[in-house]
């Protein structure tokens, strides 16, 4: 498969994939809230690279926290292209089960964190309880 960084970012700005236009709002959102005490990254790329892999993955698109995991690739690598064939590469070989239309797998993973916690840190757990910011996650 053809992983052209510029090719799917460009399918994505061109408006051929029209439905993905919804994913820029909160791309956008996210991507002003993440890494601000690391200015020297530029936004805008990782805003592009995040569209990119949206116009890639259509099935997935873009989901809230992707521009973590994409935007740790860009600040290691500090380039579009090979951060976006990184982060493929990451999804389809371990993370894309996680980001599917229900969460299934991932609301596994909260819940058994959320065992490990109870069992191996109980007052954290309690804390977790007490402000209910764990709850919404589990099964």
Same mark, same amino acid.
């Given at each position: ?11 994505? /700005? ?10 820029? /709002?909160?791309?956008?959102?996210? $991507? ?23 116009? +890639?993955?259509?099935? $997935? ?7 973590? $995991?994409?935007? +740790?690739?860009?600040?290691? /690598?500090?380039?579009?292209?090979? =951060? ?47 402000? =209910? ?7």
């Amino acid at each position: 498969m053809d992983l052209d960084y510029k090719s799917f970012l460009k399918d994505y /700005e061109g408006g051929q994939i029209h439905a993905l236009k919804q994913a820029e /709002e909160v791309i956008h959102i996210d $991507i002003v809230r993440s890494f601000k005490k690391h200015g020297e990254y530029n936004q805008e790329e990782l805003k592009n690279i995040l569209k990119a892999y949206a116009a +890639f993955d259509r099935e $997935i698109s873009y989901c809230q926290g992707m521009n973590y $995991i994409m935007g +740790f690739f860009y600040l290691h /690598e500090q380039d579009a292209e090979v =951060s976006f064939k990184s982060f493929v590469k990451l999804m389809d070989r371990h993370m894309k089960v996680m980001f599917d239309k229900d969460f299934r797998q991932l609301k596994n993973y909260f819940f058994k964190l959320n065992r490990l916690v109870d069992i191996y840190l109980p007052d954290l757990a309690e804390h977790f309880k007490v402000k =209910s910011c764990f709850e919404k996650y589990l099964i």
